[in-house]
């Protein structure tokens, strides 16, 4: 697969050569000023400390890597030290989970800043947040907390991106949660939801395939009727990630645990969107039970194989 | 239904533990997958303590440490997402937890690893040249005083060896070993990239003491010969900037310093 991107429109490319062009164009729809670095965003994986030299050093074309901004709001010391030379070499995005969003109150203004901050410096391809909330009346609680899918929660939720968008002077993309609990609150179905939030505010979608399998699992709904329902104008960015059953109750209840590699029917899903959707920048999560960079550097090969695959004719 | 504010008050309640009065929050709560975002909460504040204190977690084993780092986070939630902050508290707490009462150096030793993070983090800033403060003539010397860098942490220990257990934990050493039980104190500085850290006498305390809260150089030398016994006050000076711990020379009579 030649991933080299660094010429956004190659002329008449072959068609195995597509994927790139149509990348770099998708991204520059998105992000206006970043067109010429994002063309070769293709299969990206989280960043870990443990990696950092691996990754470093790896030259893998298309590769990307996304960092939670929450670990670099320091003033300095070797952190920062650590992105930047990773910056100075691969794509970055990074993927808030504590701006809380859905949260009935304004962003944080010194996480917004600290945020703003790292986003002039490190210029990342992608920005993305969670659709949920954490931060709530002085204390931070590390998850990400569901709430109820209403008009005032939407309404919220739109001012809150409004205001982050406008202090980053960029667009966002909002991922879709994994869900545990069932509502009887809930006034709009969840793509519904998204899609007028995304609609309303200006934002891109980050669409979690494995977040939509574990959901539908968990609430007993069809995962497929979700992931073709969502409009693929809105789709910036595309993780997937491994579940597990959780230890009581086993496969009735899937934890988006991102302990274990993507799971087959998870991959399905993702093919299933990418025959749609066709190509986004997507990411391999993985949190616990870190394999050697080597054996996360070939399940990304997987995702970037049908990213290949997934290049539409331009007519479709 | 009620607002989205009485919603997360209810739940953030019901996550601790709380037995929720909203109704539509018991209904949750009632709920299998309620759990997963109570081990959640909990489980990131610990693992973000375990992270912070790791000189702590390897003197008192991990099942120790979570135990004790669970009562912490009900007690005390992160306050702001930057977990590499959380845990201002946690020396405190475990000076009066109860199951430590055995271990009174439990409490310093986490006090180091704080300062050890804290330096971790700090702003950068390009070391003071050794050679700088040598440079000058006595009558400007008088007239001087040192910024320290902003990484640089101190501290003296009253009658609690520690430095010394702090840093054999921290190096990875399982047996602490043979230890002199006294008071030490200790530097950490970060001059280039990592942290760097060393025994400091009560000397050598008291001169940064002094140096931090805006003493010039002989002012500082007073303070710190009156601290302790005779000391070699050059060698002292010489090795704290050979470490790093100060970023600029400041004339007292320029407020805004000279660099």
Known sequence: ?316 | MTTLAAFQDAFAGALLGGVPRDAAVARLAAQPGFAVYRNTVLKGGIDALQANFPSVARLVGGEWFRAAAAVFVRSELPAHPTLLDYGAGFPAFLRDFAPAAGLPYLADVARLDRMWNEAHVAADAKPLEPGRLAALDPQRMARTRLRPHPATRWRWFEAVPAYTLWSRSRAGEGEVGEVEWQGEGALLTRPFGEVRHATLDRVGVTFLDACARGAGVEEAAVAALAAGAPADLSALVRRLLEAGAFAALESIDDPEGSR
Not at chain 1, 29 to 34: D, V
Not at chain 1, 56 to 80: A, K
């Open chain 1, 1 to 316: 697969m030649p991933a080299n991107g660094a010429s956004p429109t190659p002329p008449s490319p072959p068609s195995h050569a597509r994927l790139p062009a149509r990348v770099a164009r998708a991204a520059r729809e998105r992000t206006g000023r970043q067109g010429a670095m994002s063309a070769s965003l293709s299969a990206g994986l989280g960043l870990k400390p443990a990696h950092f030299d691996a990754a470093l050093g790896c030259r893998t074309s298309g590769l990307w890597f996304e960092v939670h901004p929450e670990n670099y709001m320091v003033d300095g010391g070797p952190r920062l030290a650590w992105l930047e030379a990773i910056r100075a070499v691969h794509p970055l995005s990074l993927h808030g989970v504590a701006l809380s969003l859905a949260a009935a109150t304004d962003p944080d203004a010194r996480h917004l800043d600290r945020l703003a901050t790292l986003v002039d410096r490190f210029e990342p391809a992608l920005v993305s947040e969670h659709l949920a909330w954490s931060a709530w009346r002085g204390a931070y609680r590390p998850d990400l907390l569901p709430v109820p899918r209403t008009v005032e929660a939407r309404d919220r939720i739109v001012a809150n991106i409004g205001r982050t968008q406008d202090r980053l002077r960029r667009r966002i993309a909002v991922e879709n949660p994994s869900h545990y609990l069932r509502f009887d609150e809930h006034e709009f179905d969840e793509v519904e939801f998204l899609v007028d939030i995304a609609r309303r505010s200006g934002c891109a979608l980050l669409l979690d395939v494995n977040n939509v399998f574990v959901s539908a699992s968990n609430l007993g709904s069809d995962a497929g009727q979700y992931v073709d329902a969502v409009p693929a104008d809105l789709v910036a960015e595309i993780h997937l990630a491994g579940h597990s059953p959780d230890p009581q109750f086993g496969a009735a209840l899937l934890i988006d645990s991102h302990d274990a590699p993507v799971a087959p029917a998870v991959w399905a899903l993702y093919e299933r969107l990418l025959g749609r959707i066709g190509p986004r920048p997507t990411l391999i999560e993985r949190d616990e039970n870190l394999p050697a960079f080597a054996e996360l550097l070939a399940e990304r090969a997987l995702a970037h194989e049908r990213l290949s695959a997934a290049c539409l004719p331009e007519a479709a």
